[in-house]
């Protein structure tokens, strides 16, 4: 078994932290997306869509998606629960899941795909719709100070893999500036809650 | 238990397919979503970010998020199976189910959100020029589809599963809303649209 990641990039991150959690560790093969290597024909076979992390198992089978791969984790190894233990749990995690990472990582994501150097020349870049999604990522981290002052996690009570995703999509946010205000105390006391984990330096 | 919906819209139209095949029935409450009910002050209430789907559970509590809610449905009518019965089955169909909607319905999405003006009072400001570049990606991802849809029955595999569902309600408002085109070159693509179609829970 391996993972196919590169370090720098938030998804793979995703998967690392979790797989920290659980405990369970997995060799990575480092591709870099930095040079294209995720858009050359071999990785291609890998995973057709081109993204990182990719999980390969050892009957060969290519699995992509972060959340999948953490879902094929979960199932594998229980414990500690990260995705919901019943049908209401699991929903509401994936809902927050999901929240936090069409809102939060994805805007943050559009933010740097469409504004910074890196990409430059590779991907087509609207540098004005960067800035909408810049926008609204603050817009939403100032929501998601509220939420925290009646709950100590993302998703409810305990961290769950909505944490995860929360924390990386925060984190990734920096590439553009993006940070957590001084007046957020809520945020910010959750954002040192879930980086003080062991498992944030994964 | 009841269900706020709109009729032309695609994510509740992937939650009526879902339990459809799964014989579920839950009542709806139509919204005017084009006249912004889903973004009101009491909206906001029931779902903080808007927009639909929206399940109202019996003890008043709310669940959003279109996938979210069939997980949950998933969960309490595992039959007919949609979403994987084992790790590794889950883990597939997950994969699958992510593809055609981060990256086919995705651009997808986007495209419509910036060159449709049905969806400006709702959306705001629109970039045609960032709308026309994510149709152009959709075409793309929905040839890599039909490329990995050779020598399988289904998006994920020989049975039909909420990926399926997903890259349907994706194509179809593709082509209804954004200018998609289903090139008649992507011949397996061609094959499995009509395939998945032709199920009656299509209709939802």
């Known amino acids: 078994m391996k993972l196919y990641e590169f370090t720098q990039a938030p998804n793979p991150r995703r998967v690392r932290v979790f797989l920290a959690e659980k405990g369970v560790s997995v060799p990575t093969v480092q591709v870099n997306i930095g040079a294209a290597e995720n858009r050359k024909p071999e990785f291609l076979k890998i995973n057709p869509m081109g993204g990182l992390p990719v999980l390969e198992l050892d009957d060969g089978t290519h699995i992509a998606e972060s959340v999948a791969i953490c879902r094929y984790f979960e199932v594998l190894h229980p414990e500690p629960n990260l995705m919901g233990k019943d049908a209401k749990e699991q929903a509401v995690v994936e809902m927050w899941n999901r929240r936090m990472e069409f809102e939060v990582l994805g805007m943050a994501a559009g933010a740097f795909r469409n504004t910074s150097d890196f990409f430059k020349g590779r991907i087509p870049q609207v540098r004005e719709y960067g800035e909408v999604c810049h926008a609204a990522v603050i817009k939403r981290l100032e929501w998601l100070d509220q939420e925290l002052a009646n709950r100590e996690f993302i998703a409810g009570n305990r961290y769950t893999i909505a944490d995860i995703t929360a924390l990386i999509g925060i984190d990734f946010g920096r590439t553009t500036q993006i940070r957590i205000q001084p007046e957020q105390k809520n945020l910010a006391r959750w954002h040192a809650a879930v980086s003080a984990r062991p498992s944030a330096k994964a | ?204």
């Open chain 2, 1 to 204: 238990m009841k269900l706020y919906d709109f009729p032309g819209a695609p994510n509740p139209r992937r939650l009526r397919i879902f339990m459809a095949e799964k014989g579920i029935k839950v009542p709806l409450e139509q919204l005017e979503i084009l006249k912004g009910a889903g973004r009101t002050p009491e909206f906001l209430k029931k779902n903080p970010f808007g927009g639909i789907p929206l399940l109202e559970l019996d003890d008043g509590s709310y669940l959003a998020e279109s996938v979210a809610i069939c997980r949950y449905l998933e969960g309490l009518h595992p039959e007919p199976n949609l979403m994987g019965k084992d790790f590794r089955e889950q883990a597939l169909i997950e994969m699958w189910q992510r593809r055609a909607e981060l990256s086919l319905f995705g651009s997808i999405g986007r495209a419509f959100q910036n060159t449709n003006p049905i969806i400006a009072p709702v959306i705001g400001q629109q970039f045609p020029e960032y709308g026309a570049k994510q149709l152009a990606t959709a075409q793309q991802t929905l040839a890599v589809f039909d490329a990995q849809l050779k020598g399988k029955e289904f998006i994920a595999g020989p049975r039909y599963t909420i990926a399926d569902i997903t890259a349907l309600v994706a194509i179809e408002f593709g082509k209804q809303n954004a200018g998609l085109q289903l090139d008649p070159a992507l011949k397996e693509i061609a094959r499995w649209h009509q395939a998945v179609s032709s199920r009656p829970s299509a209709k939802a």
